[in-house]
């Protein structure tokens, strides 16, 4: 996977910004992975992109730790909030459906904890990674999958 775009934040407002910009690079149908470690800022991105969706303000974007899946409706994409860090088994995975919000019209699926499974790795359209490099410095890279070969 090739980086296709790289964010330096200094402030949870400048991932929220980050999160913003990085509404260009999404689009319907496609399934995300954020990765990083506890606290990195994974929920705090999804405040921006919520917003640049205009599918939730960011007070109101909040983690689905325990509730597992949030679900933010905006007028051109619905967007799914996933926290897999409580799920420990395919089965559980199952419960969520996750098929199914992809088959939602217009849906984006932004996973985090979600390369702790093969399947949702190797479904996955990218992923965007955040790792802390200060107190509240954050490195950002977003990475599309390598173009399929056409058969
Ligand atoms: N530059 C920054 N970008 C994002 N968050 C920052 C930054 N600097 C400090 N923070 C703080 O780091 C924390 C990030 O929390 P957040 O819930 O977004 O992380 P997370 O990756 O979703 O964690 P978890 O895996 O527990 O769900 C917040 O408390 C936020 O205020
Ligand atoms: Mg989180």
Same mark, same amino acid.
């Given at each position: 996977m090739s980086p296709n775009r790289e964010f330096h934040t200094h402030s949870p407002e400048e991932t929220i910004a980050a999160g913003r910009q990085l509404t260009h690079d999404l689009q319907p149908g496609q399934m995300i992975i954020l990765r990083g470690?506890?606290?990195? +800022?994974k929920t705090t991105l999804v405040k921006g992109i919520a917003e640049g969706f205009a599918a939730a303000l960011q007070e109101d974007?909040?983690?689905?730790?325990?509730?597992l899946v949030h679900e933010y409706r905006g007028p051109a994409v619905t967007l799914f909030h996933i926290d897999l860090y409580r799920i420990d088994t395919e089965r559980e995975l199952a419960t969520l459906g996750i098929d199914d919000l992809r088959a939602e019209p217009a849906s984006i699926l932004l996973v985090e904890w +979600?390369?702790?499974f093969e399947q949702i790795k190797a479904q996955s359209d990218g992923e965007i990674s955040i790792e802390r490099t200060g107190e509240s410095e954050r490195t950002i890279v977003y990475r599309a999958p390598a173009a399929k070969p056409l058969r």
């Open positions: 470690d506890l606290g990195a +800022g974007v909040t983690s689905p730790t325990f509730t +979600g390369e702790k």
